[in-house]
């Protein structure tokens, strides 16, 4: 079982930037991909961004309306995780969850994550 817990969420204006962190417990954070997924008031949960590793090693996804502004990163010594978020726009306002799956080459589908943190609310004024 790992356990993830998110914080760093809150209020910021259009512009500002926000740093995410999923700090995980429970087994060895290295082995697991991790992911970004986000949920705005009566929406669908959404990818946001992902870090997963094969034998090609380390690789970055983000979703198209946060590529460029958004930049996910890990630190296995810590056991965290981290979603740095500049350039935010209302359009950014949602929960945001961070998830790890024990494949590590999960990517952008939240059915093959496995275990998910309770979430962070950010909300970007106008």
């Known amino acids: 079982q790992v356990q993830l817990v998110e914080s760093g969420g809150g209020l910021v204006q259009a512009g500002g930037s926000l740093r995410l962190s999923c700090a995980a417990s429970g087994a060895t954070f290295s082995n697991y991909a991790m992911g970004w997924f986000r949920q705005a008031p009566g929406k669908e949960r959404q990818f946001v961004a992902a870090i997963a590793f094969s034998w090609r090693g380390t690789r970055t996804y983000y979703s198209d309306s946060v590529k460029g502004r958004f930049t996910i990163s890990r630190d296995n010594a810590k056991n965290t995780a981290y979603l740095q978020m500049n350039s935010l726009n209302p359009e950014d306002t949602a929960v945001y969850y961070c998830?790890?799956?024990?494949?590590?080459?999960?990517?952008?589908?939240?059915?093959?994550?496995?275990?998910w943190g309770q979430g962070t609310q950010v909300t970007v004024s106008s």
């Open positions: 998830a790890a799956s024990q494949d590590a080459g999960t990517t952008q589908v939240e059915e093959e994550y496995d275990f």
